[in-house]
């Protein structure tokens, strides 16, 4: 089976829960999507219900369309959708995929969800799909993101400059970020043995 099919599989361990987003997830992802400190650094910006629609549109297009795997992520303790994550760029030629789109509900940061989430993607990506290198991306002046790729392990290569607009039109310095598939076991360990909340769990 090909990426296509594998990669839209429904995710969970005693935490959290990742599945696919459909459009049920609609009024749940408007309930915490509606805090403008999540889109600081995000490509997309969220201010008013029309933004909100045209994001959440684009979500539901781009699953669609195969250019992303969307998920929601619902938080276990309390049963809420917490956020949302995707895989995207996805090479499967190259066993190559990008994790990101990733953002938390103001309810949800500093709890574990965001390592959770992502340590279920890496999981599915090396281990169900074969990924050999799972990359990341954020803005450079992001840095509370950046210490979140580096608490789960992802190895900082470099600085992308001028790499894409931003809303208001400054252009973005992006810093990639990646795990390899060789390095996932140990990955893996370290952050199966990690406190559940920590100051450093948050988005990117």
Known sequence: MSWKDLAPAVLENEHVLLRPVTEADREGVRAVAMDQDIWRYF???????ADFE???AACLADQRAGRR?????VDKDSGRIAGSMSYGNMAEADARLEIGWSWLGRDFRGRGV????????????FERLGAQRVEF?????????????????????GVLRSF??????RRRDAV?????????????????????????????
Do not use: C
């Not at 965001?114 to 990506?125: M, T």
């Open 43 to 49: 490509v997309s910006l969220v201010e008013s219900d």
């Open 54 to 56: 045209t994001f959440f």
């Open 69 to 73: 795997v969307v998920f929601v992520i």
């Open 114 to 125: 965001n390592r959770w989430a992502k340590y279920l993607l890496l999981e599915h990506a």
């Open 137 to 157: 991306k954020t803005d450079v002046l992001n840095e509370q993101a950046r210490r979140g790729l580096r608490n789960i392990g992802a190895v900082e290569e």
């Open 164 to 169: 894409n607009y931003m809303p208001g039109g």
């Open 176 to 204: 990639y970020y990646s795990v390899l598939g060789g390095e996932w076991p140990r990955v893996k360990a370290e952050l199966a043995v990690r406190p559940k909340v920590s100051r450093l769990d948050t988005v990117g």
